[in-house]
């Protein structure tokens, strides 16, 4: 399966770790996306560990993300978890 070019978009702790609202990344699967964020932005690891993920809206299960395929195109989403309210 060839890569696909996705916008992944960061939102509040991500976008303190990654240093970026959002970059466009490549990868044959969420996982392989998160991958490439992860190398790039190395303090983003702790906080994909318990930030949920969106693709084009949708919440992907954390067990799957190495395994779901993404489109080229796709809008990948980091949300950490928020407090307040």
Do not use: C, K, Q
């Not at 890569?3 to 959002?22: F, I, K, M, N």
């Not at 084009?56 to 978890?81: M, N």
Request: aromatic fraction near 4%.
């Amino acid at each position: 399966m060839p890569s696909a070019t996705v916008l992944v978009r960061y939102w509040a702790a991500a976008r303190a770790a990654a240093g970026v609202d959002s970059e466009r990344l490549t990868g044959d699967t969420v996982g392989a996306v998160l991958g490439e964020a992860v190398a790039r932005h190395t303090g983003l690891a702790p906080v994909l560990r318990v930030a949920s993920v969106l693709v084009d809206g949708r919440a992907v299960d954390r067990e799957l993300l190495e395994v779901t395929p993404i489109t080229d195109g796709a809008v990948v989403e980091v949300l950490p978890p928020f407090a307040g309210g």
